[in-house]
């Protein structure tokens, strides 16, 4: 992936957000990316001792923050505040080549907001334009039962669990 991508995950259920967290930040790992996971619930940062994602070669882990935390202010999103927060990780000016930051992005703090779809929006295109001029890569991942989608199977009649991931812009 390259710098300035930013995509979505959709997922049906936890065992799926997390297949596509840990490879996510895995990958990042491997290739000695900073690693950033915004999480919905602290708990859920608690999985990052996940076979496969734990301490880089030269002893750094993913830092964990509350997703809610780094994006609203006064319990309202704030693209100042979530943009600020991606430049100040994406940037560190002792750094003559910064490594590409990696920020996983859990979804359901913004979808519990009564302007879900304005702030949506809204922070869809701020985080598109932000990760656009970092060095950076930006996976947020929606789970698909809180927007009400459902994957339809037409030849069983029948909904079934699906993952998909798609540019978010």
């Known amino acids: 992936m ?3 991508t930013h995509w979505c995950a959709l997922y049906s259920d936890p065992a799926e957000r997390e ?3 840990f490879a996510f930040l895995r990958e990042g790992q ?3 990316d900073r690693c950033v996971s915004l999480v919905d619930h602290l708990d859920g940062a608690l999985a ?3 076979p496969g994602v734990g301490r880089t070669a030269d002893g750094h882990r ?9 994006c609203l202010r006064a319990g309202q999103f704030s693209a100042d505040r979530m943009t600020s927060f991606l430049t100040d990780r994406a940037h560190r000016p002792a750094e003559t080549r910064p490594p590409l930051l990696r920020v ?3 979804m359901g703090w913004l979808l519990r907001q009564p302007r879900a779809v304005d702030d949506l929006l809204l922070y869809e295109s701020t985080t598109h334009q932000a990760v656009e001029q970092l060095s950076a890569v930006v996976m ?3 789970d698909l039962p809180s927007l009400g989608w459902r994957c339809w199977w037409p030849r069983s009649g029948r909904t079934k ?3 998909w991931t798609a540019p978010c812009w």
């Open 2 to 4: 390259r710098a300035g």
């Open 19 to 21: 297949r596509a967290r």
């Open 30 to 32: 491997r290739r000695g």
């Open 48 to 50: 990052l001792d996940h």
């Open 62 to 70: 993913p830092a964990v923050h509350r997703a809610s935390d780094v």
């Open 104 to 106: 996983s992005v859990e």
């Open 140 to 142: 947020c991942v929606y």
């Open 161 to 163: 669990r699906c993952s």
